[in-house]
């Protein structure tokens, strides 16, 4: 049982998870997992954690800022983030999010793929529902922690990053005809 930061609410989940010794490289991996409700108390500045992370705000507002560029979340947006890099992300509101930090696979790639020359990528969901239905899996297997297979969390997890790459290619699309119509 872990005590919750400063500003997170009670009723807020968080799950750590070990990956097992013999993961093959290529596997994506979460180091943490959670649901937060948030009050104008949290905030997270941090120079590094070994990983990345995806925010998903549920409700409410947050705010985001990496090598100097500042961004509000809000509902139905998700932020990928370089944490190897120092951040700080916080609320001055409220905000209800759902985050997890991962690592493995092709994250270093997947990452720079989306975020072209941003410090971070965010995007607004076209289907929030998509990512709330891989969200609930992922949760349940880390939450049944005797029936785990980091083969099926891995899947999970890429799941979640072509989610956010399809949303890139939509958004690159229609910034492309919006452009030939001008």
Known sequence: NHSLSSGVS???TIFFHTPTNCIPEFLYFPLCMGHFYCDSRYK???RSYDSFLL????????LIKADGITRELHPGEVCLLDCYCPH???TSEVWELEWIHFDGGNSRAFFDYLRNDMPFFYTLLDS???L???WNRLYETLLKKDSMNELLISQDISQLLTLLGLSKERRERQNAASDFMD
């Open 10 to 12: 009670d009723n807020s």
């Open 55 to 62: 925010l998903y705000t549920k409700g409410g507002k947050g």
């Open 132 to 134: 709330e239905a891989i």
């Open 44 to 46: 997270v500045d941090r």
């Open 88 to 90: 700080l992300y916080q």
């Open 128 to 130: 929030p529902a998509q």
